[in-house]
């Protein structure tokens, strides 16, 4: 998917709760077409949908399609979304 739009309107980030140094043998292993930042606990609770309790409720793993205003445009979880996503991402760039 990150190679179907125009890098110079849209980022893809792999946001990872785990430290630099474990993510860094991980990315020598595999090839990553997006940024991976490590340490983005924080990042992910900003996005994260809340229950009533306040307790996260977020599935794994989570997409979020966030436009340059920083507004969530598109959420989902789960294996497979790769058409609702595109769809989200695609509805941005043509405005």
């Known amino acids: 998917m990150t190679t179907r739009f125009d890098r110079s309107k849209v980022v893809f980030l792999a946001l990872s709760m785990e430290n630099e140094e474990k993510?860094?043998?991980?990315l020598?292993?595999?090839v990553v077409r997006s940024q991976v930042v490590p340490n983005s606990f924080g990042t992910v609770l900003q996005y994260a949908d809340r229950d009533r309790t306040g307790s996260l409720d977020m599935g794994f793993p989570a997409y979020f399609v966030i436009d340059q205003a920083g507004k969530v445009q598109h959420r989902s979880s789960g294996y497979d979304?790769?058409?609702g996503i595109e769809a989200a991402i695609s509805?941005?760039?043509a405005k």
């Open 28 to 30: 020598k292993k595999i």
């Open 81 to 83: 979304k790769t058409a």
């Open 23 to 26: 993510i860094t043998g991980y």
């Open 91 to 93: 509805k941005l760039v």
